[in-house]
Nanobody, 124 residues
Framework: QVQLVESGGGLVQDGGSLRLSCAASGRTFRSLAMGWFRQAPGKEREFVARISWSGGSTYYGDSVKGRFTISRDNAKNTVYLQMNSLKPEDTAVYYC?????????????????WGQGTQVTVSS
């Protein structure tokens, strides 16, 4: 069992930066691939980024590629999402999750143990 707690969200201006953190409990964290998703009001949950258990492989959604960076510190049981050049369309609740099926998948149905989410609001 893994429990995830996201933090670091907030209000930022267009073009600003934020770093989200996802703290995990459980000794198996370092063997798990992790992902970040986001959900804006009235929209479906959207894949943002994924990182392998070692951190050696990352993958990004097209809308954030080149602006966001996912990383992890297995010693701290934490995954990060550095978000730069933020835009109003990045406004959403951001969730981290554990990849539970189909290695390399970016479908939300292949992730589990979702955190409670952290709100990111980008003002224009």
């Amino acid at each position: 069992q893994v429990q995830l707690v996201e933090s670091g969200g907030g209000l930022v201006q267009d073009g600003g930066s934020l770093r989200l953190s996802c703290a995990a409990s459980g000794r198996t964290f370092r063997s798990l691939a992790m992902g970040w998703f986001r959900q804006a009001p009235g929209k479906e949950r959207e894949f943002v980024a994924r990182i392998s258990w070692s951190g050696g492989s990352t993958y990004y959604g097209d809308s954030v590629k080149g602006r966001f960076t996912i990383s992890r510190d297995n010693a701290k049981n934490t995954v990060y999402l550095q978000m730069n050049s933020l835009k109003p369309e990045d406004t959403a609740v951001y969730y981290c999750a554990v990849q539970t099926a189909h290695f390399m998948s970016i479908l939300s149905s292949d992730f589990g143990f979702w955190g409670q989410g952290t709100q990111v609001t980008v003002s224009s």
